[in-house]
Every structure is written in structure tokens, then in C-alpha cells.
T-cell receptor
Framework: ETGVTQSPTHLIKTRGQQVTLRCSSQ?????VSWYQQALGQGPQFIFQ???????GRGNFPPRFSGLQFPNYSSELNVNALELDDSALYLC????????????FGSGTRLTVV | QQQVKQSPQSLIVQKGGISIINCAYE??????FPWYQQFPGKGPALLIA?????SEKKEGRFTISFNKSAKQFSLHIMDSQPGDSATYFC???????????FGGGTRLMVKP
């Protein structure tokens, strides 16, 4: 059984650019949630994808968008990057659109310069 | 608005001691309270979780105590070991919902 894998592990982008982060869910999980973890803080919910549709969104602007594919993998896209977008982006997979059984990946460290 | 407040921000405990981390929440609709452990460079991993219909849950050296009337819950790590040194997060969720609200984290260091 494979866990949650995220790519890339580290990324440096320039302010104003766009970035795509990727997540493969754990075997048997059909739901993917994305969180942003700023340095020294707890993770904050961005959104969740269940059955290829957005299933809830946190307090993040529309320039944060996502996709889920038929194999349950997911992408997080961020447009018009700002310096404050620098953070660890965590993906978590779970069964059936809920928080029970959340398994987190190791994250993608995004630095915006 | 921070709905889950966690304290202390950092904690130093001697090996063999008890580590205690506290959380308070505001939203009375929360009904699932997990604790996560995070090592540097890794994602959070679920340690233990509790529902408000019980006041305490124990798994090995880890115990959650829950006080519904005070809207508080805490994590106790008995016989703390250097390998327990990590950042701990409390979290809460509403009605088996689709998101977790995390506390700000506690950085625990266990000295040998």
C-alpha cells in the first residue's frame, strides 16, 4: 500500500508567476484535501476534492484552484504568486470526503522571491 | 478568526517526564478532535483522536483528556522520550466534515 506522494519537494518561483503542485492519493482513498502551512504555524485548509469536484473551500482567493483526476490524484494551481504564498503545501487523502483517516504527504516547500 | 488555540508554543521536558499540551476551541459544533505529530520535513501524522462523548482516551503513552463544558482538550505524553521531540498540533472538525481546523502547534523537545 503506497502512501500520499507529493511533487516536487521544493520549488522556488518569482512573484507573479504561476505554479502547479501535484499529489497522488493513498491507495483506496478517493478524496484529496490541500492545506497551506506557513512557517511556525498550523496547516490551513485550502480546499477538498471528492469525485473530481471541489467539496469545500477555506478562506483562500480564487487564484488558488485545483483539479482531481479519475485516478484520484490532484493538482493545486496558484496564479499570480505573492511573497506571502511562501509555505509548505500539504496534501492529505482520505476515504469518502471526510477527515477520518486523513493521511498527509510530506509536502511541497514553495518559496516565492 | 482562530477557532482552536494551542498552548504552550514550545515545551522542554526531561526524558521520562510528562509532556502536557493544551487546546481550547470556540465552535461548539466541533465533534472530532485529533492530535497530529509532525517531524521536520514531514507531513503531520495522526497520533490519537477523541469525540466529545468520552472524557478520556488512552493509546499507549498518549492520552487525550476532554472537557466539553470548558471547551478544552489536552494531550498528555507519559514517559516522554527524545524520539518524541517534534511539533504537535491539535485540530478539530465539525460533523465529520471535510476540513480540519488546526491549532498553532507546540514544539516539544525532550532532553536525554
Amino acid at each position: 500500500e503506497t502512501g500520499v506522494t507529493q511533487s516536487p519537494t521544493h520549488l522556488i518561483k518569482t512573484r507573479g508567476q504561476q505554479v502547479t503542485l501535484r499529489c497522488s492519493s493513498q491507495s483506496g482513498h478517493n478524496t484529496v484535501s490541500w492545506y497551506q502551512q506557513a512557517l511556525g504555524q498550523g496547516p490551513q485548509f485550502i480546499f477538498q476534492y471528492y469525485r473530481e469536484e471541489e467539496n469545500g473551500r477555506g478562506n483562500f482567493p480564487p487564484r488558488f484552484s485545483g483539479l482531481q483526476f479519475p485516478n484520484y490524484s490532484s493538482e493545486l494551481n496558484v496564479n499570480a504568486l505573492e511573497l506571502d504564498d511562501s509555505a509548505l503545501y500539504l496534501c492529505a487523502s482520505s476515504p469518502a470526503g471526510q477527515v477520518y483517516g486523513y493521511t498527509f504527504g510530506s509536502g511541497t516547500r514553495l518559496t516565492v522571491v | 478568526q482562530q477557532q482552536v488555540k494551542q498552548s504552550p508554543q514550545s515545551l522542554i521536558v526531561q526524558k521520562g517526564g510528562i509532556s502536557i499540551i493544551n487546546c481550547a476551541y470556540e465552535n461548539t459544533a466541533f465533534d472530532y478532535f485529533p492530535w497530529y505529530q509532525q517531524f521536520p520535513g514531514k507531513g503531520p501524522a495522526l497520533l490519537i483522536a477523541i469525540r466529545p462523548d468520552v472524557s478520556e482516551k488512552k493509546e499507549g503513552r498518549f492520552t487525550i483528556s476532554f472537557n466539553k463544558s470548558a471547551k478544552q482538550f489536552s494531550l498528555h505524553i507519559m514517559d516522554s522520550q527524545p524520539g518524541d521531540s517534534a511539533t504537535y498540533f491539535c485540530a478539530a472538525s465539525r460533523n465529520a466534515g471535510n476540513m480540519l481546523t488546526f491549532g498553532g502547534g507546540t514544539r516539544l523537545m525532550v532532553k536525554p
